[in-house]
Each structure stands twice: as structure tokens, then as C-alpha cells.
RNA sequence: GCGCCGGUAGCUCAGUUGGAUAGAGCAUCGGACUUCUAAUCCGAGGGUCGGGGGUUCGAAUCCCUCCCGGCGUACCA
């Protein structure tokens, strides 16, 4: 499809100029596909926004543009016809030959239409970054699964993904957790669930220190130990970190998720005295009420400054974020850093971005913001009892929802099989419907929706997928032997041109999701290619095709499209990380 | 106070960056299984796109204003 826009577009920028002596480079002509079929498979408006330039009527304009585009035959290779409509649109129908030869084409091919891209761009993202001695709750899986599909997302197109995770391994917190370790510390507890307790004892110390300033004294000494090295509170922090580590690998595991460098703030620490002296002296940071600020004269930073050190000396996290940016430019030399941070931090981000161009690295910085998970209150996502739900918990939950599902539905598998395909449907589920609304949006969390066997949900593309692959067990397909063949797609049943051209499109999903950072996009396309397929399965049967003269053709085009969808879908859910199953 | 998000069908959400009669799913109602998985499909009803003003051939989309909700805003991350 991206090439019929392309081939399309070049002829309407010649037609412009040579019938209407406008210069419009072929870029900035808008062609997309109109929502109703019967306006075809591709339009554009260019007659109607050219019309007052022209002072010509936009439906005179759109005629002199289909007339000119007779001229070039080779435009009805792709073009069946084209159609004036409408208040001036131009309307293209696609060729069926040309559909199914693309089809083809794509169809042979290992990235199924996916172009490389022109200049493979270093990708830094930089995302989940959870606390140390914390256990992970709701609020980090956002991050993680955002993270991981754009990670996905961009090293499937062939740019070099460097992923990251920058834990909170470093900062006042553990002034609290030395003292709560000293004084409260249930050993039992830790052993049981070691974070579970170390949250325990720094809930404990923080509610203390709220009204007893000597605790808050007591924390703030143990922390400044731990900063100047002192043995015993370093061998404590390593410790918070080995169960840290060990709690967070098990959830990554089960989520599938990996990354490259996990370089927490406590890797930055030892830098950062040089970077806020270089700002200093640089000019870029100054002293205001004890404290060094970086002050901006962008009207919409003017309030607040970007404190980088407090006045007693210790370092903030925006000191943090900008050692970090120096030493992934000098180690990485990335030309876009992606941080997939709550949107809340907007402010900051914008901040730090602000300083970074000021200090001079010439990079591009996105902060790829997401909204609140809320609960069916419309606040967010807590507990019965108020604390916050842990990522654990709420994994297991949707897994055990999906098993009692699947109990009902496929009593005769295997218990292996059906705890298997619980797995990957109560972890789609859950990853899904963080990645099927806009990122920036909240969304209220609700198990039962997730869940759901139809509508825009993992279970539903995951049951596409199984269908087909049934298909395929029933009929005893060899599917590299299809493959291997040269089968030719026919497209007869409206169903199937429908579900050709959507496979045809799929390259321009993962390229809209990459730019604009919006795994969503990727999610609505294989709903819709779903739907597609689910139409198609009815109407279309594919190892009984009706007899006929092309019935041997028709069956292996029939198999083919099966197998062309299943590989997107496979793919496709892929990139947002969830599994397809090949039964359920 | 200032700033940033958001308000679209009863509910949950999309809306291709200013285009055609605003779309899905759920829920409701009515159909389709001796058939490759009915965990599916087909159809129907349901809307002052928060209110008002403006910009223009054309606005859910851009501008102004008001109402409502959320969030952020000098030493937490």
C-alpha cells in the first residue's frame, strides 16, 4: 500500500503542476484510505484544498486532476479506476491483479512488507525503572510493557535498540530503610517475601519520621553514611539490591521482558559532582537560596527552576538524568533517547530537556508519557485495603481468570495445555489493554474487560490465530511446503479483497506506531485485521472450497491468506510482546 | 494563582493531525451452529462530540471564553 501511495502521489503532484501550474511535492499530498468502502481504497482532498488558491470549483479542479491522470497508463497497473465525488474528492480503487500480486510479494517475503529503514537510527529507551526494595506494583507495568514494545517495535524495523533500565537504586529512601533495618527488621517476614518487608519497615520509618524529627534525622545521617562509603550501610545497600534484583528478574521472566544495560542511579553517583560543577561553571546552573538551579527564561518554564542539588549538598535526580545523558551520548551516541516515565513527569522532562540543549549534546529526547491505571472508582488502582496492588498479584490473578476460562471452554486439553494457554491469554490480556488505548489516556483497569472473547482484546487476536492454525491441523496442511509453492493469490469473495488489502497495509502500522510512538496503532490494525479474518472465515470455507474449474488454485489461495494472516497476527503480537498460541 | 492533560452513544474507548452521513466493542433487541473452533458471525436501535462564540468552502479536530474533572507547580522520584 505504501507504494501505491507512492506511485499515486507522484502522478497527482505531475497532474497538479502540468494541469494547474501548482507545485505540490508529493509529501504533502494527504491520500489515505476513506472510511466507507464505497468511496474506495484510497482518496484525497487536494481539489478541495486547492480550490480557493485556484478560485476554481474544488469538483471542476478534481475532474481536470482524473483527466489528467489518464494519460499515465502505467498508473492503471495499480489503479482501477478513479472517481470524482463528493464536495471534490478523488477517489482510486485498487486493481484486484495488482492486489493479489502484492499480496504475492508480501507474501514471500521474511518482514511481509516491512521496509528497512533508509538511515538506522541508535534508539536509547529507557523504561521500567522500578525502586530498589520496593516490590513492583500496578505503576510500573505501564513503563515495562510500553517500554518493551517499542523496544520491539523499533529493532523489528532494523534501527539499533539499546534498552535500559534505570532503577531507583540510589537516594534518600534508604536513609529510612537503614533505620527501619536496625530497628524493625522481622526476619521471618524477610525471608518469606523480602520486599514485601523491606516496603514493611520503610512505611514504618516514614510514618514515624513524619512526626519524630529525630528519626528524620536519624534517616538523613544513615544516608549521607551510605553516600560517603561507610562499610556496614553499603554491605546493607548491596543486600536491598541482591533482593531487589532477584524478585524483579522473576516478574521480567514471566513477562518476557529483557533488557541490555540496567544501570540504576547508583551508577551515576560518582559523576555527578563533576556534571553539576560543569554546569555551574558553565554558567547553565547557579546558586539561588542555597540550593543549584538551572533558571529558564522559556515563558513556559519560567516558574519553577530544576533544583540539581539541594542545600545540604546532596544530589537530586535531576542531576541523575542529566549524568545520565552524558554518558549514554559519549557511550552510546544514540540519536533518539526514549524515556517511558508517567506523564506526570512531563514537567520535569521538559525541564531536563531544556537544560540538555542547553548544555549542548544535540540529541533527540522524547518523553514518551503514559496515563494513571485507575480502578473502577475512577481513582487510582488500589487495593481493598487501600495499598497498591502489586504487579505479582494482579499476574496471577488475570492467569487464574484465564484458566477458569479456558476450564470451561476446552475441558478435554491436557492440564499442561491448559495452564499454558492460561498463561499467555491472562498475560495478553493484561498487556493488551495497556497497549490498545492511546498511551497518554488513563484507562480503568477491570479484569472482566480485558477478558473478553470478542471486542478489541488479546483473547480475541490469539483466537484468530488458533483458528487458522486449526485449520491448518485439520486440512494437514505443510505449511513450508505452501510456502515453497507457487500458489497465486485469487481473490473472488469481496471477503477476501478485503482481507488482502488490510494484510497489505500492515507495513504502515508498525511504521505510524514507531513514529508516533503509539504501540496502540499497532493493536487497533490486527483488530481490525481480525475482524477481517473472522468475516472471511464465514463466508469463505477454505479446505471445502467449492468445486469448479480453479478449485485446486482457489483452496491454495484460501490456505495461503490463512497463513499470510496468522503471520502477521503472530508478529504483530509480537511486537507488543504477547504470545499466540496455537490452540485454545 | 499559573501551567499541563482530559470531557465523543447507557458503559469502555477510537477518530488517519482540518474533509464525505462522527466509528468500534460492551450492554439492549432480532437473526445464524448435522458445517475448517459459536471464545465466532450478520442485522437494528442508540450522539446538541461539555456550553457559547470565532476562523473557512468545511471543525470532534485550530483560536477565544466559560463550566466540570484530573494532574503538576523550590530542595521526593
Same mark, same amino acid.
Given at each position: 500500500m505504501l507504494e501505491a501511495k507512492r506511485t499515486i502521489s507522484e502522478k497527482l503532484a505531475r497532474v497538479v503542476r502540468q494541469e494547474l501550474g501548482v507545485d505540490l511535492p508529493p509529501e504533502e499530498i494527504v491520500l489515505s484510505a476513506p472510511r466507507k468502502e464505497a468511496f474506495g481504497d484510497l482518496a484525497t482532498n487536494i481539489a478541495l484544498s486547492l480550490s480557493n488558491k485556484l478560485r476554481l470549483s474544488p469538483k471542476e479542479i478534481a475532474e481536470k486532476i482524473r483527466q489528467g491522470l489518464?494519460?499515465? $497508463? /502505467?498508473l492503471q497497473d495499480i489503479v482501477k479506476n478513479v472517481e470524482v465525488a463528493g464536495a471534490g474528492f478523488v477517489n482510486f480503487r485498487l486493481n484486484e491483479a495488482w492486489v493479489e500480486r502484492k499480496a504475492g510479494e508480501f507474501y514471500d517475503q521474511e518482514r511481509l512488507g516491512v521496509p528497512e529503514p533508509a538511515k538506522p537510527l541508535t534508539v536509547v529507551i529507557d523504561f521500567s525503572s522500578p525502586n530498589v526494595a520496593k516490590p513492583m506494583h500496578v505503576g510500573h507495568i505501564r513503563s515495562t510493557i510500553i517500554g518493551d514494545a517499542l523496544g520491539r517495535i523499533y529493532r523489528f524495523l532494523g534501527h539499533k535498540v539499546i534498552t535500559d533500565?534505570?532503577?531507583? /537504586?540510589?537516594? $534518600?529512601?534508604f536513609g529510612m530503610l537503614i533505620v527501619g533495618y536496625k530497628r524493625f527488621l522481622d526476619k521471618e517476614a524477610l525471608a518469606k517475601d523480602p520486599l514485601g518487608e523491606l516496603e514493611h519497615i520503610y512505611q514504618k520509618v516514614y510514618n514515624l519520621a513524619q512526626q519524630d524529627e529525630a528519626v528524620a534525622e536519624e534517616a538523613r545521617q544513615e544516608h549521607a553514611k551510605l553516600q560517603s562509603g561507610h562499610e556496614q550501610n553499603l554491605a546493607l545497600w548491596k543486600e536491598f539490591m541482591q533482593w531487589s534484583k532477584m524478585e524483579f528478574d522473576k516478574i521480567y521472566q514471566r513477562l518476557g521482558v529483557k533488557f541490555d544495560h540496567t544501570l540504576g542511579e547508583s551508577f551515576y553517583n560518582p559523576m555527578l559532582g563533576d556534571v553539576v560543577k560543569e554546569l555551574k561553571e558553565k554558567g547553565i546552573a547557579r546558586e539561588s537560596e542555597g540550593a543549584i538551579c538551572i533558571f529558564f527564561d522559556e515563558p513556559e518554564l519560567a516558574d519553577a527552576p530544576f533544583i540539581i542539588q539541594r542545600r545540604d549538598g546532596a544530589w537530586l535526580y535531576s542531576a541523575t538524568d542529566l549524568a545520565t545523558i552524558k554518558y549514554r551520548m559519549e557511550k552510546f551516541k544514540p540519536d533518539l533517547i526514549l524515556y517511558v516515565v508517567d506523564i506526570r513527569q512531563r514537567l520535569h522532562f521538559q525541564q531536563l530537556f531544556t537544560a540538555v540543549r542547553r548544555w549542548g549534546y544535540e540529541v533527540r529526547l522524547e518523553h514518551i508519557g503514559f496515563g494513571t491505571i485507575l480502578g473502577e472508582d475512577r481513582t487510582p488502582l488500589k487495593t481493598r485495603e487501600g495499598g497498591l496492588v502489586r504487579l505479582e498479584d494482579l499476574l496471577d490473578e488475570a492467569e487464574k481468570r484465564a484458566l477458569s476460562i479456558v476450564n470451561e471452554q476446552n475441558p478435554d486439553l491436557s492440564e499442561a495445555e491448559r495452564q499454558d494457554i492460561a498463561r499467555a491469554v491472562g498475560l495478553g490480556a493484561v498487556k493488551y489493554c495497556d497497549l490498545s488505548g492511546a498511551r497518554q489516556s488513563d484507562y480503568i483497569f477491570s479484569f472482566n474487560r480485558m477478558m473478553r472473547l470478542d471486542g478489541n482484546t488479546a483473547p480475541y487476536l490469539q483466537y484468530a490465530y488458533a483458528r487458522i492454525q486449526s485449520i491448518f491441523r485439520k486440512g494437514e496442511i505443510n505449511i513450508a511446503k505452501l510456502r515453497r509453492g507457487n500458489g497465486k493469490f485469487l481473490l473472488q469473495e469481496e471477503s477476501e479483497r478485503d482481507l488482502a488489502k488490510c494484510l497489505l497495509r500492515f507495513p504502515e502500522a508498525v511504521l505510524s506506531a514507531a513514529s508516533e510512538f503509539a504501540p496502540h496503532l499497532v493493536s487497533a490494525y490486527l483488530y481490525e485485521l481480525s475482524t477481517r479474518y473472522s468475516r472471511f472465515y464465514e463466508t469463505c470455507p477454505v479446505l471445502t472450497s467449492s468445486s469448479g474449474p480453479s478449485m485446486d488454485g482457489l483452496k491454495e489461495s484460501r490456505l495461503m491468506l490463512c497463513d499470510y494472516v496468522a503471520r502477521v497476527l503472530k508478529l504483530g503480537l509480537n511486537l507488543l510482546g504477547i504470545e499466540s498460541i496455537e490452540r485454545m
Amino acid at each position: 500500500m505504501l507504494e501505491a501511495k507512492r506511485t499515486i502521489s507522484e502522478k497527482l503532484a505531475r497532474v497538479v503542476r502540468q494541469e494547474l501550474g501548482v507545485d505540490l511535492p508529493p509529501e504533502e499530498i494527504v491520500l489515505s484510505a476513506p472510511r466507507k468502502e464505497a468511496f474506495g481504497d484510497l482518496a484525497t482532498n487536494i481539489a478541495l484544498s486547492l480550490s480557493n488558491k485556484l478560485r476554481l470549483s474544488p469538483k471542476e479542479i478534481a475532474e481536470k486532476i482524473r483527466q489528467g491522470l489518464e494519460k499515465y $497508463t /502505467d498508473l492503471q497497473d495499480i489503479v482501477k479506476n478513479v472517481e470524482v465525488a463528493g464536495a471534490g474528492f478523488v477517489n482510486f480503487r485498487l486493481n484486484e491483479a495488482w492486489v493479489e500480486r502484492k499480496a504475492g510479494e508480501f507474501y514471500d517475503q521474511e518482514r511481509l512488507g516491512v521496509p528497512e529503514p533508509a538511515k538506522p537510527l541508535t534508539v536509547v529507551i529507557d523504561f521500567s525503572s522500578p525502586n530498589v526494595a520496593k516490590p513492583m506494583h500496578v505503576g510500573h507495568i505501564r513503563s515495562t510493557i510500553i517500554g518493551d514494545a517499542l523496544g520491539r517495535i523499533y529493532r523489528f524495523l532494523g534501527h539499533k535498540v539499546i534498552t535500559d533500565n534505570h532503577l531507583g /537504586d540510589w537516594g $534518600t529512601q534508604f536513609g529510612m530503610l537503614i533505620v527501619g533495618y536496625k530497628r524493625f527488621l522481622d526476619k521471618e517476614a524477610l525471608a518469606k517475601d523480602p520486599l514485601g518487608e523491606l516496603e514493611h519497615i520503610y512505611q514504618k520509618v516514614y510514618n514515624l519520621a513524619q512526626q519524630d524529627e529525630a528519626v528524620a534525622e536519624e534517616a538523613r545521617q544513615e544516608h549521607a553514611k551510605l553516600q560517603s562509603g561507610h562499610e556496614q550501610n553499603l554491605a546493607l545497600w548491596k543486600e536491598f539490591m541482591q533482593w531487589s534484583k532477584m524478585e524483579f528478574d522473576k516478574i521480567y521472566q514471566r513477562l518476557g521482558v529483557k533488557f541490555d544495560h540496567t544501570l540504576g542511579e547508583s551508577f551515576y553517583n560518582p559523576m555527578l559532582g563533576d556534571v553539576v560543577k560543569e554546569l555551574k561553571e558553565k554558567g547553565i546552573a547557579r546558586e539561588s537560596e542555597g540550593a543549584i538551579c538551572i533558571f529558564f527564561d522559556e515563558p513556559e518554564l519560567a516558574d519553577a527552576p530544576f533544583i540539581i542539588q539541594r542545600r545540604d549538598g546532596a544530589w537530586l535526580y535531576s542531576a541523575t538524568d542529566l549524568a545520565t545523558i552524558k554518558y549514554r551520548m559519549e557511550k552510546f551516541k544514540p540519536d533518539l533517547i526514549l524515556y517511558v516515565v508517567d506523564i506526570r513527569q512531563r514537567l520535569h522532562f521538559q525541564q531536563l530537556f531544556t537544560a540538555v540543549r542547553r548544555w549542548g549534546y544535540e540529541v533527540r529526547l522524547e518523553h514518551i508519557g503514559f496515563g494513571t491505571i485507575l480502578g473502577e472508582d475512577r481513582t487510582p488502582l488500589k487495593t481493598r485495603e487501600g495499598g497498591l496492588v502489586r504487579l505479582e498479584d494482579l499476574l496471577d490473578e488475570a492467569e487464574k481468570r484465564a484458566l477458569s476460562i479456558v476450564n470451561e471452554q476446552n475441558p478435554d486439553l491436557s492440564e499442561a495445555e491448559r495452564q499454558d494457554i492460561a498463561r499467555a491469554v491472562g498475560l495478553g490480556a493484561v498487556k493488551y489493554c495497556d497497549l490498545s488505548g492511546a498511551r497518554q489516556s488513563d484507562y480503568i483497569f477491570s479484569f472482566n474487560r480485558m477478558m473478553r472473547l470478542d471486542g478489541n482484546t488479546a483473547p480475541y487476536l490469539q483466537y484468530a490465530y488458533a483458528r487458522i492454525q486449526s485449520i491448518f491441523r485439520k486440512g494437514e496442511i505443510n505449511i513450508a511446503k505452501l510456502r515453497r509453492g507457487n500458489g497465486k493469490f485469487l481473490l473472488q469473495e469481496e471477503s477476501e479483497r478485503d482481507l488482502a488489502k488490510c494484510l497489505l497495509r500492515f507495513p504502515e502500522a508498525v511504521l505510524s506506531a514507531a513514529s508516533e510512538f503509539a504501540p496502540h496503532l499497532v493493536s487497533a490494525y490486527l483488530y481490525e485485521l481480525s475482524t477481517r479474518y473472522s468475516r472471511f472465515y464465514e463466508t469463505c470455507p477454505v479446505l471445502t472450497s467449492s468445486s469448479g474449474p480453479s478449485m485446486d488454485g482457489l483452496k491454495e489461495s484460501r490456505l495461503m491468506l490463512c497463513d499470510y494472516v496468522a503471520r502477521v497476527l503472530k508478529l504483530g503480537l509480537n511486537l507488543l510482546g504477547i504470545e499466540s498460541i496455537e490452540r485454545m
